[in-house]
């Protein structure tokens, strides 16, 4: 077992990561032609994706030791999170504003650089999950440093910058989130303490 890593994916693994994805990418492409403004609306749900799909993986990562059916699923919904991510970076960067230079113009140098910093670690971490075939020492502190940014990132995004029904979102996702990592911790306490009776 290698819980860093992909390993003997199977079928069903990955349709269950590919259909969640292509559900909500399909709605938040779709959706917004039904509303007034579609290229708006086509970015805002694709973060909304991303946050549907960023949200098991984040979960099932924190338990990816248990079992390596666990840590692939974890990896699966990372990298579709990853390419929900990407769809909404284009439509936000490309389509809404006029390029990087204006992006970093409208949404102020603060918040590009953070999203854009999240693109780049979050896209360098997947082709690292994804083609290193030897266990690093390093890499899972790697991928745990892009997890937590990235949770910080869209808790804080979501929670903080937004409101009405996005922040309910982002509640959702800190709270489930959040309960997973308490519910890890105390499993390993617990763990701890039967080993040592």
Request: aromatic residues 14%.
């Given at each position: 077992?290698d819980?860093e890593r992909p390993?003997?994916?199977t079928f069903?693994q990955?349709?269950l990561?590919f259909?969640?994805?292509a559900?909500?990418?399909?709605?938040a492409?779709?959706?917004p032609?039904?509303?007034?403004a579609l290229?708006l609306?086509?970015t805002?749900l694709?973060?909304?994706a991303?946050t549907?799909?960023?949200?098991p993986?984040?979960?099932?990562?924190l338990?990816?030791?248990a079992?390596?059916?666990?840590?692939n699923?974890?990896?699966?919904?990372?990298?579709f999170?990853?390419?929900a991510?990407?769809?909404h970076?284009?439509?936000?960067?490309?389509i809404i504003f006029?390029?990087v230079?204006?992006?970093?113009r409208k949404?102020g140098?603060?918040?590009s650089?953070?999203?854009?910093?999240?693109v780049?670690?979050?896209?360098?971490?997947v082709?690292?999950?994804?083609?290193?075939?030897?266990?690093?020492?390093w890499?899972w502190?790697a991928?745990?440093?892009?997890?937590?940014f990235?949770?910080?990132?869209?808790?804080?995004t979501?929670?903080?910058l937004?409101?009405?029904?996005?922040?309910?979102?982002?509640?959702?996702?800190?709270t489930?989130v959040?309960?997973?990592l308490?519910?890890r911790?105390w499993?390993?306490?617990r763990?701890d303490?039967?080993?040592?009776?």
């Open positions: 077992m819980p390993v003997d994916i069903g990955l349709t990561a259909v969640s994805f559900a909500v990418i399909v709605w492409l779709l959706q032609e039904f509303g007034p290229d609306g086509r805002k694709t973060i909304w991303t549907f799909l960023l949200t993986a984040l979960v099932l990562y338990f990816r030791s079992d390596q059916r666990v840590a699923l974890a990896h699966l919904f990372w990298l999170a990853w390419l991510f990407v769809v970076a284009y439509w936000a960067v490309f006029d390029g230079a204006d992006t970093f949404m140098i603060p918040i650089s953070v999203n854009f910093l999240l780049g670690v979050w896209t360098l971490d082709l690292l999950l994804w083609t290193l075939r030897r266990p690093r020492s890499l502190k991928q745990l440093g892009t997890r937590v990235a949770f910080l990132t869209f808790a804080v979501l929670v903080a937004r409101g009405g029904t996005v922040r309910m979102l982002g509640l959702a996702f800190a489930i959040i309960a997973a308490l519910l911790a499993s390993h306490v763990d303490r039967t080993q040592q009776a």
